[in-house]
């Protein structure tokens, strides 16, 4: 079996760009999965069968909240991941001034609360216990327009001991977690981040 780190058959050139190649497609995983949850979240506010079906119990109601977390655990995956693995392309990075103002932005991120709260998350639900959620439909009478708010109890997230500083800051500042406005923040963030990257290897390689 060939290494991962073996591509024989592109020439030495386009070899040194694989690895941001498949950083690219990791960043381009975490705007599928965000777009997929933002999907699930806002279903209830503009089709009204769901939102009869979200808020009857029964089987169609768990249905909905199974879909809902199977996205949310499927985003805060590649959420916990992606920052982690732009690291060890850094070591290799000729620039001294490139890996440097690298750590300073993730540095930054590292002290994003919602951020923090994102990364968390995943170990959240990979080694505790699925949280308590909830759909919130908020009708603007003037505007005509719905939306759909997930969320998360505060309490029942601060339960678990394995928070970072941010992320407590974050959570004891709200009894319950609006996820729209958590992933919306951090969107925001990673976006920046990686536009600057992406801006910085292109430039590298031409």
Do not use: C
């Amino acid at each position: 079996m060939a290494e991962l780190s073996s591509w024989p058959s592109e020439p030495d050139e386009a070899r040194d760009r694989r690895p941001w190649i498949y950083l690219r497609l990791v960043h381009a995983g975490l705007v599928i999965n965000t777009a997929e949850l933002q999907e699930v979240i806002e279903r209830p506010a503009v089709d009204a069968a769901v939102r009869d079906k979200v808020f009857s119990p029964g089987a169609d109601q768990e249905k909905y909240f199974s879909e809902l977390y199977i996205r949310l655990h499927n985003y805060a995956a590649v959420v916990a991941t992606l920052i982690a693995l732009s690291r060890p392309y850094m070591e290799d990075a000729k620039a001294d001034a490139f890996r440097d103002e690298h750590a300073t932005r993730v540095a930054a991120i590292g002290e994003n609360g919602a951020g923090q709260v994102l990364q968390g998350l995943r170990n959240y639900l990979l080694h505790n216990k699925v949280p308590y959620m909830e759909i919130t439909v908020v009708w603007d009478i003037t505007a005509n327009t719905r939306r759909s708010i997930l969320h998360i109890s505060s309490k029942s997230l601060l339960e678990w001991g394995d928070w970072k500083p941010a992320a407590i800051r974050y959570l004891e500042a709200r009894p319950m977690v609006a996820f729209n406005d958590v992933i919306a923040e951090y969107a925001a963030v990673i976006d920046e981040y990686y536009s600057w990257l992406w801006s910085q290897v292109d430039s590298s390689h031409n």
